[in-house]
């Protein structure tokens, strides 16, 4: 049974940083492209990052591009989003993602899902 569980979410002022963490299980975690999306409130879930499998090639949107890195450590199944420079609009819950596919930025690529943990950014 694949589980991908994400933490480290919480409240932060603006300005501030966050890493959240997305520890898998389950699956060749080395074999997958690992993403993170989010959904901020009343809106549709939206791409933010992605890394290929060996971690090598990164993606992140350009909303986000400068402030938030995405990494992976594959000896502990693990990928992690550092979001530095937080502003408000940035609040939403954030879900980690594993495809088969080569860094895709589509939510119907990805084949497992985390349930998400929720990042809000005071103003």
């Known amino acids: 049974q694949v589980q991908l569980v994400e933490s480290g979410g919480g409240l932060v002022q603006a300005g501030g940083s966050l890493r959240l963490s997305c520890a898998a299980s389950?699956?060749?975690?080395?074999?997958?492209?690992m993403g993170w999306f989010r959904q901020p409130p009343g809106k549709e879930r939206e791409f933010v990052a992605a890394?290929?499998?060996?971690?090598?090639?990164?993606k992140c949107a350009d909303s986000v591009k400068g402030r938030f890195t995405i990494s992976r450590d594959n000896a502990k199944n693990t990928v992690y989003l550092q979001m530095n420079s937080l502003k408000p609009e940035d609040t939403a819950v954030y879900y980690c993602?594993?495809?088969?596919?080569?860094?895709?930025?589509?939510?119907?690529?990805?084949?497992?899902w985390g349930q998400g943990t929720q990042v809000t950014v005071s103003s």
């Open positions: 993602a594993a495809s088969i596919s080569i860094l895709p930025t589509k939510g119907g690529r990805y084949d497992y």
């Open positions: 389950g699956l060749t975690f080395s074999n997958y492209c």
């Open positions: 890394t290929t499998s060996g971690g090598g090639i990164t």
